[in-house]
């Protein structure tokens, strides 16, 4: 076993070797730029960039003429809200998305509210999931895009995605959704689930950082967007910028591996994710935070009452993980994802996140299910309200 265990694959992955392997070439020899149509040095990159739009249309299920690359989720998040909204205007002015949404989503959104959008931000229950109800009950006449994403990146939580983009259409709007914690993991079919836009990145599935990709659909309807990005009109004029050509190769191999191996990768990980999850409830006041039946395989947030998530975190020194706390500059905030789901300020700070992936061994799980309890009953003897709680 090498140390320290890395069980944070919610934050990034390592990139899978078989993908280093297809980007090198793309380094050195294969270096020319993928828009230079005029000699084989472009027309090299070309055939690996159109490749890996394939490798990536074809794990979400649709053709490659949908795929823009950017550089990452955040762009893609931002490309699709923004071009939606600026193209769409004429229909309305009203987005409908979550309040535990990715940071990248929210303060888009935010962004626009001061452009003039009305932003419905819609609340989740305790398990972390939206009401239907409360969503069709925001929906308008004006309302031109729905933003849901599709697996929660702090508690794995699986939104009902299909049941979300049905009302979506149903009053006319378009349903855009961010999955870069979903695809790879679980199977995602853009037509099955009626998704028109969906923002990924290749680091969140064992690919190179920087670098992801914006589906937009062409068909039923064909959606349109307001380039973000203006210059040499590459990618259809929806993103210009010469492309990121390893990168994408990356993207591209990273995807085709999820593709082959995520039914029994993902079946390996939910089993180990159990299992690091039962042993950890058999610790005194302890709980899952969101739904554990809708989630994620790789996934579990957990918080021990009476001991800070952070303080935890640290004295597990050996294991990667992350609390559920984001520390500004000057003061620790509990995460706006658990505060969302209703949890007490002491539950939410008291909690961790633990990320397994695709080069987490039996072992490793083993070592940070010691490693935790170890730490944690060393903690709460510290503590003197867990003394008190004790008496
Ligand atoms: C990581 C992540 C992002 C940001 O992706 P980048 O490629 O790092 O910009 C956006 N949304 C979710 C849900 C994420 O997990």
Request: overall charge neutral; proline content about 3%.
């Given at each position: 076993m090498e140390f320290p265990v890395y069980l944070d694959n919610n934050a990034t992955t390592p990139l899978d070797p078989r993908v280093l392997e297809a980007m090198l070439p793309y380094f050195t020899?294969?270096?020319?730029?993928?828009?230079?149509?005029?000699?084989v040095f472009g027309w090299v990159a070309e055939e690996g960039v159109d490749y890996a739009r394939e490798q990536v249309a074809k794990l979400i299920g649709?053709?490659?003429?949908?795929i823009i690359f950017t550089s990452g989720a955040t762009e893609a998040d931002n490309l699709g809200i923004k071009g939606v909204y600026e193209m769409y205007q004429g229909k309305g002015n009203h987005i409908v998305t979550v309040a535990t949404e990715h940071k990248a989503v929210l303060d888009t959104c935010i962004h626009l509210e001061k452009l003039g959008a009305r932003v419905t931000y819609l609340n989740v229950k305790e398990d972390g999931l939206i009401d239907l109800a409360e969503l069709e009950a925001a929906?308008?006449?004006?309302?031109i895009l729905v933003t849901v994403m599709?697996?929660?990146?702090?508690?794995g939580v699986i939104q009902p995605i299909r049941e979300i983009s049905a009302i979506a259409h149903q009053y006319g709007a378009l349903f855009m959704t961010d999955a870069t914690q979903a695809v790879g993991k679980i199977p995602v079919d853009v037509d099955a689930d009626g998704i028109d836009l969906l923002a990924l990145s290749a680091h969140k599935l064992y690919g190179p950082k920087g670098v992801g990709a914006l589906y937009v659909r062409r068909?039923?309807?064909r959606v349109k967007l307001t380039a973000q990005m203006d210059g040499g009109g590459h990618e259809r004029g929806m993103r210009s910028g010469t492309l990121n050509v390893p990168g994408i190769v990356g993207l591209g191999k990273a995807c085709e591996l999820c593709r082959l191996e995520m039914d029994e990768e993902a079946k390996r990980l939910s089993a180990l994710r159990d299992k690091l999850e039962q042993a950890l409830l058999l610790i005194e006041e302890s709980q899952v935070n969101g739904s554990t039946s809708q989630r994620l395989p790789h996934v579990s947030n957990m918080s021990f009452k009476y001991v800070a998530g952070e303080g935890l975190m640290m004295a597990m020194k050996d294991v990667a993980v992350s609390s559920?706390?984001?520390?500004t500059s000057a003061s620790l905030e509990p995460s706006y994802v658990l505060k969302h789901l209703g949890l007490s300020d002491d539950i939410a700070h008291s909690a961790i996140r633990f990320g397994l992936g695709r080069f987490t061994t039996a072992e490793e799980v083993d070592y940070a299910i010691e490693s935790a309890k170890k730490e944690l009953k060393q903690l709460r003897n510290l503590s003197p309200l867990w003394e008190m709680v004790k008496e």
């Open positions: 020899s294969k270096f020319g730029n993928a828009a230079s149509r005029s000699h649709c053709t490659d003429k949908e929906m308008t006449a004006e309302t599709y697996g929660n990146n702090e508690i068909k039923n309807p559920g706390s984001a520390c």
